[in-house]
């Protein structure tokens, strides 16, 4: 019998305005081996882009989050035995190429289909098979990563808006929903993709080009003492939200104790049992579906 791990599938939606597959390409090629910081000393950048079949671009696009730590070179050094800061001579030669604690994480970009076009989903969790160390990347540094590239002005001169959203697990909506006394409900929607659409999303977006708006924000508050009935169109509207913004509530758990809810905090983390080693990790990752 094959000996079998647990991996976690993240992901991010990224849209663009204006849209097309060429911009798409374009702005994730440009964007990669830029290092940013994520947290303290750790960096995380992209990687080993590739087409993701048949040498097309247009199929989509693989390649590596690839996190690791920077030293700074100017930094003095310690020796641990005695407590000293070390000498000048005692102080080793890095190579100015080589980084530590690297950490590789295999994504796809899907330029087209239900669900996934203009998605970008990534192992985010997975036992090293050589280290045995579970490799970790939070939805929120990949946002983080993104977000701080697109905002580079080389890239963000040549559209009118970029937004990324961390794509929630699907019982996000349903714990704010839940809540026996849900009194506020807050979202906040951007124009999703074009690109295979509901009806729902077809009339958001197409009302907010109209208006020229990179994004509405929409608060409802329920009566003293009683709590929110969203109808089907706002139950539609969170759904939207959800992917292409967020939606938080604020309402009183069964304990009658005052809490509050985001997507935000609740990324995607599928697990998906695969077997120990990275081929398997890779194609379940390609056929992942949400």
Same mark, same amino acid.
């Given at each position: 019998?094959?000996?079998?791990?647990?991996?976690?599938?993240?992901?991010?939606?990224?849209?663009?305005?204006?849209?097309?597959?060429?911009?798409?390409?374009?702005?994730?090629?440009?964007?990669?081996?830029?290092?940013?910081?994520?947290?303290?000393?750790?960096?995380?950048?992209?990687?080993?882009?590739?087409?993701?079949?048949? &040498?097309?671009?247009?199929?989509?696009?693989?390649?590596?989050?690839?996190?690791?730590?920077?030293?700074?070179?100017?930094?003095?050094?310690?020796?641990?035995?005695? @407590?000293?800061?070390?000498?000048? @001579?005692?102080?080793? !030669?890095?190579?100015?190429?080589?980084?530590?604690?690297?950490?590789?994480?295999?994504?796809?970009?899907?330029?087209?289909?239900?669900?996934?076009?203009?998605?970008?989903?990534?192992?985010?969790? =997975?036992?090293?098979?050589? =280290?045995?160390?579970?490799?970790?990347?939070? +939805?929120?540094?990949?946002?983080?990563?993104?977000?701080?590239?697109?905002?580079?002005?080389?890239?963000?001169?040549?559209?009118?808006?970029?937004?990324?959203?961390?794509? +929630?697990?699907?019982?996000?909506?349903? =714990?704010?929903?839940?809540?026996?006394?849900?009194?506020?409900?807050?979202?906040?929607?951007?124009?999703?993709?074009?690109? &295979?659409?509901?009806?729902? !999303?077809?009339?958001?977006?197409?009302?907010?080009?109209?208006?020229?708006?990179?994004?509405?924000?929409?608060?409802?508050?329920?009566?003293?003492?009683?709590?929110?009935?969203?109808?089907?169109?706002?139950?539609?509207?969170?759904?939207?939200?959800?992917?292409?913004?967020?939606?938080?509530?604020?309402?009183?758990?069964?304990?009658?104790?005052?809490?509050?809810?985001?997507?935000?905090?609740?990324?995607?983390? !599928?697990?998906?049992?695969?077997?120990?080693?990275?081929?398997?990790?890779? !194609?379940?990752?390609?056929?992942?579906?949400?």
């Amino acid at each position: 019998m094959r000996r079998q791990k647990i991996i976690e599938i993240s992901g991010i939606n990224i849209v663009t305005q204006p849209h097309s597959s060429d911009g798409y390409i374009g702005i994730i090629r440009s964007v990669n081996q830029r290092a940013v910081p994520i947290r303290g000393n750790e960096y995380l950048m992209i990687s080993g882009l590739r087409p993701h079949m048949n &040498d097309d671009w247009l199929t989509g696009i693989e390649g590596e989050l690839v996190k690791f730590s920077n030293i700074d070179e100017h930094a003095r050094w310690v020796d641990i035995t005695s @407590g000293k800061l070390a000498e000048d @001579g005692e102080v080793p !030669e890095l190579p100015s190429h080589l980084r530590p604690n690297g950490a590789l994480f295999p994504f796809i970009f899907h330029l087209t289909g239900r669900d996934i076009s203009h998605r970008l989903f990534y192992i985010s969790k =997975s036992r090293n098979s050589h =280290s045995k160390k579970i490799e970790t990347l939070s +939805p929120n540094f990949v946002e983080r990563l993104f977000t701080t590239l697109f905002s580079e002005r080389d890239i963000s001169s040549k559209f009118k808006s970029i937004n990324i959203t961390v794509i +929630p697990e699907s019982s996000a909506l349903d =714990s704010i929903f839940n809540l026996p006394k849900l009194n506020k409900l807050f979202l906040r929607i951007t124009p999703p993709n074009p690109d &295979d659409l509901e009806d729902v !999303e077809k009339s958001i977006y197409s009302r907010l080009k109209k208006m020229e708006v990179v994004k509405e924000e929409q608060t409802y508050y329920g009566e003293k003492g009683e709590s929110i009935k969203p109808d089907l169109e706002l139950k539609q509207l969170t759904q939207v939200a959800s992917q292409n913004g967020y939606v938080s509530g604020v309402g009183k758990n069964s304990d009658d104790v005052t809490v509050h809810l985001s997507t935000k905090n609740k990324p995607l983390r !599928e697990p998906i049992a695969v077997d120990n080693d990275g081929l398997s990790e890779r !194609e379940a990752l390609r056929s992942f579906r949400p």
